[in-house]
């Protein structure tokens, strides 16, 4: 406590009330340090519009595909019964049809008018059958058409179990197949940003959007930069109990290189 301590321990107790002081109006750095997904913008999710088995897998995952190109092959059971069925109606029908035509072009005369009234009668009914079984024959043609998994877009196939999951395996209805992305329309980083921390994600956003910078697992020397572009308006449950709010921004194929 001598004359020139106390000066030095006067001048430490301002200097700290003044860093204090300008605690509370310079702002400070904040880094949060969460998890993310690199998904495409632009993407397709396929599942089976029947209950099937899958016949054929024409296409591997990561293969470029054109629109319109055939994906997956589903077979129905009960749909090729109910084809075999109306085939063989058909079939007999038309048979008939052709016994009777002929009897008729050969000049066999009929026994009297009322056989001929018969004959004709039955001919009518027929044709009628055979057109009916024939429209039902083109619904089910309709209906097979529907099993042949066709790419909705030129883009990537993206299943990497895509043939270990689905030979030769039936498939519900509503299932989950494969996707098709566009590699064009660039990709989407995902990010889980914790519910406690969001405020400050959103006061920033309004003065100037966050930067970002992550790493890919597959690639952790590089880094890649942006800034966010969208923030969700509710928050997720995760399956570990953490509640996050998904925010997003979007890169363009050339920034990410090849994934």
């Not at 990709?187 to 914790?194: A, F, G, K, N, S």
Request: with cysteine; aromatic share 4%.
């Amino acid at each position: 406590w001598s004359p020139s301590n106390r000066r030095k321990i006067a001048g430490s107790i301002i200097t700290l009330i003044i860093l204090v002081i300008a605690a509370f109006f310079v702002p400070m750095e904040l880094r949060l340090s969460v998890e993310g997904r690199v998904v495409a913008t632009e993407q397709t999710r396929l599942f089976s519009p029947t209950e099937g088995v899958v016949s054929v897998i024409a296409v591997a995952n990561g293969e470029r595909v054109s629109k319109d190109s055939v994906l997956i092959q589903l077979r129905s059971p009960a749909l090729d019964l109910q084809r075999r069925t109306v085939e063989g109606s058909l079939a007999t029908a038309e048979t008939r049809l052709v016994s009777l035509t002929a009897m008729r072009s050969r000049g066999n005369k009929v026994s009297n008018r009322e056989r001929e009234a018969e004959v004709a009668a039955e001919e009518r009914v027929l044709r009628k059958e055979i057109e009916g079984l024939n429209a039902q024959l083109a619904l089910l043609e309709s209906q097979q058409e529907n099993l042949t998994i066709r790419s909705p877009m030129d883009g990537l196939v993206d299943r990497w179990d895509l043939t270990q999951s689905l030979q030769s395996r039936p498939v519900t209805h509503g299932q989950y197949l494969l996707d098709v992305i566009s590699e064009k329309d660039g990709w989407t980083i995902e990010l889980d940003v914790p519910e406690q921390h969001v405020n400050y994600v959103l006061q920033q956003q309004q003065v100037m959007p966050c930067r970002c910078s992550f790493r890919l697992r597959s690639d952790p020397t590089r880094i890649y930069q942006g800034t966010i572009n969208e923030i969700a308006g509710v928050a997720n449950l995760e399956a570990s109990g953490r509640s996050v709010v998904p925010a997003t921004f979007a890169l363009k194929a050339e920034q990410i290189g090849d994934l």
